[in-house]
């Protein structure tokens, strides 16, 4: 079977992803004349593998929306679990049409909230009035991208509700499928309004595969150490509970064929009421075709098994393939599978120690894809994390949440053991994640270096089965430190003005990283809300932009990080980077300091040792390939936009003046002082009306002019006479709310301007 999964693999992915199909196209190859199969075999395989091309295709060609951006009214049938967040519901829906869409709703007032809550039912059919719009595409580099997600689940509209009207909601006629959903939304609930606040986020989480109630504190502490695994229902957790369910059904006197029949029938029961994750189905799948293969009498391996799963997956959505889940789930599965010699040894320390091992060399590349940085210490958290989470943690929650069914009150003697043990871990897991240096930073690997590395991964383990074990480890070492210098040997710099909505941030990266800069930060204004209102995960320029965008080109430092002026659009995201970031130093505008905000940006870079200083006019630095100016302000009086540190820079063949929110005033002081000539502006106060006067642009005589604004911001920046004065004197305008980010790549002295997406 494992040829056979080899095939469609090879099939799907030479339809999806053309370069990643001929890469295993060649494994394929080569593998088949390693083995020398027979004529027909091979060229079985090979129709095999041509049949998967045909189905992903026709696929992703099938797959195409039904609905029109002009409809305002539905009738939609919520079969999914809603999300409430704050006063945001949202979740998948279902069309009159039979399409799949994402619903948002807003709700207006703590009393239909309550209301809905109370009478929301998995399976409700309700009339709604909104407006359709397309999910955003990324428009950062190796950013997160929401449209390619949800298409990949054929879903391609988000629907914004303006209108739902509860009490004519009807439940739809019931069904099992609709009842196993309903059974976990109330399960949920009762652990919501039952379990002590403490225990309900994992609770959650390890029962029903839902990690909503989770702290986002905790879940990035999980993640940064490598256990993040651990918080969803993974093949471990499926193996343990149904291998005790067996043992304990067989122990009680049901013969082995009856336990083995319940199991198939209680196997997809469980996939749903957890929430039918890739991991938890592909575990099921595996144990089921397990049983089938015994009932048969068909002599198959557990690696066939796992090759069989994979096949029917492909077979139903060929673009789960690029789901994270789906791609951790069979990778480690299977280098578990064909490392079973290196499981062979007597102690259970030792086979955890390699198992661990092993999973986490394995999932290395999918990793730093993904999340550009793995945890150096995962191998030892995972080795205390693992047993204590699968042995004792989720038995005792399964335990309480039977009895909080059955016997309540014996849950008065359980709750306070679970909720110190889980508090405890919680505590070290955050105290551990806010240790220095304990994940690596290499940023998503190129392609040719992503092929690279399951060749490398390979020959590690052919080393450690020949227990040379030191040649092994030397090989996984060497890709690493591969990927870790790579950026130091590019001879190429670039600059960024990073797409951060209503807000200025730039970067600036050196040829052969001798020097990265980055210029604000980005960062939006919170508005005051009632407790109801608060959405737990908000978005946050800094985390959810800024940092991933950063790990992704393998930035771990930052040699200067100026921030203009003390407004939230430009100073917003500075923490949660200084957080994240190693900051050299930090340059403000003399005295911005005063306001609350910068205050606490002062405070943290002392917290750290960041060496922070107020930049003035007539400071300058260079490296080998740039120079660079501050052209102001030179008082020490803080004034708001008008003392916006204003920073000239000449690298990469051009001259760069960065304004900040300098407005008229700051403007004409500029060229009373100095007779500037250049050749990139960054337009200043997002293209406000109150700057980049028509005296300005006559002295500076830029080319290129970059404005730094949000989409549908309440402003209306850039402002149309902004505009027709850069349009007027034939000056080329990049927009980030049109554009995206903005780059400029360059050699030497020649470079190219790009927006992404292109």
Not at 52 to 80: D, I, M, P, R, W
Not at 228 to 237: E, N, V
Not at 355 to 366: D, E, F, G, N, R
């Amino acid at each position: 079977m494992v040829p056979i999964a080899l095939s469609s693999l090879t099939g799907v992915l030479l339809a999806l992803h053309f370069a990643w199909g001929a890469f295993f196209l060649l494994l394929l190859t080569l593998h088949l004349l390693q083995r020398k199969p027979s004529l027909p075999t091979f060229i079985f395989l090979f129709v095999l593998t041509f049949f998967f091309y045909t189905h992903a295709t026709f696929n992703e060609q099938g797959s195409v929306t039904s609905l029109s951006a002009t409809q305002q009214n539905f009738k939609l049938s919520f079969q999914e679990m809603v999300e409430w967040d704050g006063n945001l519901m949202k979740g998948e829906v279902i069309t009159s049409k039979g399409e799949r869409i994402i619903a948002r709703y807003e709700i207006n007032t703590e009393n239909e909230l309550l209301f809905l809550k109370e009478n929301w039912k998995v399976g409700m059919e309700c009339r709604a009035a909104g407006t359709l719009s397309q999910p955003m595409l990324n428009t950062n580099e190796n950013a997160f991208n929401y449209r390619q997600y949800l298409q990949q689940k054929e879903i391609y509209w988000v629907l914004n509700i303006e209108e739902l009207k509860i009490k004519d909601c009807v439940p739809p006629e019931r069904n099992l499928l609709l009842e196993l959903k309903e059974w976990r939304y109330n399960g949920m609930k009762i652990i919501k309004n039952h379990f002590p606040a403490e225990i309900v986020g994992l609770s959650q989480a390890l029962i029903f595969g839902d990690r909503n109630e989770l702290s986002e504190e905790s879940l990035q502490a999980y993640q940064r150490l490598g256990v993040i695994h651990l918080l969803a229902i993974s093949g471990l957790h499926v193996g343990f509970l149904f291998s005790l369910l067996y043992f304990l059904l067989v122990r009680l006197g049901m013969t082995k064929e009856s336990t083995q029949t319940l199991l198939l029938i209680l196997l997809p029961i469980y996939v749903i009421i957890t929430g039918a994750s890739p991991p938890v189905i592909r575990a099921a799948g595996i144990v089921m075709i397990v049983i089938l293969t015994k009932k048969l009498q068909w002599n198959w391996s557990l690696l066939d098994s796992l090759s069989l799963s994979f096949l029917v997956f492909l077979l139903i959505n060929p673009q789960v393939l690029f789901n994270i889940g789906f791609q951790l789930s069979y990778i480690v599965s299977f280098s578990l599978m064909v490392s079973s010699s290196l499981l062979n040894i007597p102690y259970r320390i030792l086979q955890l120690l390699c198992v661990t091992l092993i999973s986490q060399i394995v999932s290395i590349p999918i990793i730093l894809y993904h999340f550009f940085e793995f945890s150096i210490i995962s191998l030892i958290v995972n080795l205390f994390y693992v047993p204590l989470f699968t042995f004792i943690i989720l038995p005792l929650l399964l335990v309480s949440f039977l009895l909080q069914l059955t016997f309540p009150f014996v849950n008065s003697l359980l709750f306070p053991v679970l909720t110190v043990l889980i508090s405890k871990v919680d505590e070290l897991s955050i105290l551990l994640n806010k240790m220095p240096f304990i994940t690596l930073v290499l940023g998503r690997p190129a392609d040719w270096l992503l092929m690279l590395y399951p060749g490398v991964i390979i020959l590690t383990f052919l080393q450690f089965e020949l227990k040379k074990w030191m040649k092994g480890c030397f090989l996984i070492m060497s890709i690493l430190s591969v990927h870790y210098f790579l950026p130091y040997l590019d001879s190429k710099g670039e600059i960024m003005f990073i797409d951060v909505g209503q807000g200025d941030c730039i970067l600036i990266v050196l040829p052969n990283r001798e020097a990265v800069y980055m210029i604000d930060t980005g960062g939006a204004i919170q508005f005051e809300a009632e407790d109801w209102e608060k959405i737990k995960n908000t978005y946050s320029v800094g985390k959810d932009t800024i940092v991933p965008l950063l790990k992704s080109k393998g930035i771990r430092r930052i040699d200067k990080l100026l921030l203009t002026h003390s407004d939230m659009d430009h100073i917003g995201g500075a923490r949660e980077i200084i957080n994240e970031i190693n900051i050299n130093q930090i340059i403000i505008s003399p005295n911005s300091n005063k306001k609350p905000e910068m205050e606490l940006i002062v405070q943290e870079a002392h917290e750290k040792n960041i060496d922070l200083i107020e930049g003035r006019k007539g400071d300058e630095w260079e490296t080998k390939s740039s120079h660079f100016f501050i052209l102001y302000p030179e008082d020490d009086k803080y004034e708001g936009n008008n003392d916006s540190l204003v920073l000239l820079g000449k690298f990469g063949g051009k001259t760069w003046l960065f304004t900040g929110d300098l407005e008229s005033d700051g403007e004409m002081e500029l060229i009373r002082q100095y007779q500037l000539i250049i050749d990139v502006l960054k337009v200043g106060h997002h293209g406000s009306n109150s700057s980049t006067t028509e005296a300005f642009l006559d002295e500076l005589q830029p080319e290129i002019a970059i404005v730094s604004a949000g989409r549908k911001n309440r402003y209306g920046h850039p402002h149309p006479e902004v505009m027709s004065n850069l349009s007027s004197r034939k000056i080329k305008v990049y927009q980030t709310n049109l554009d995206g980010a903005i780059h400029y790549k360059f050699l030497g002295n020649n470079g190219t301007f790009t927006t992404y997406p292109p």
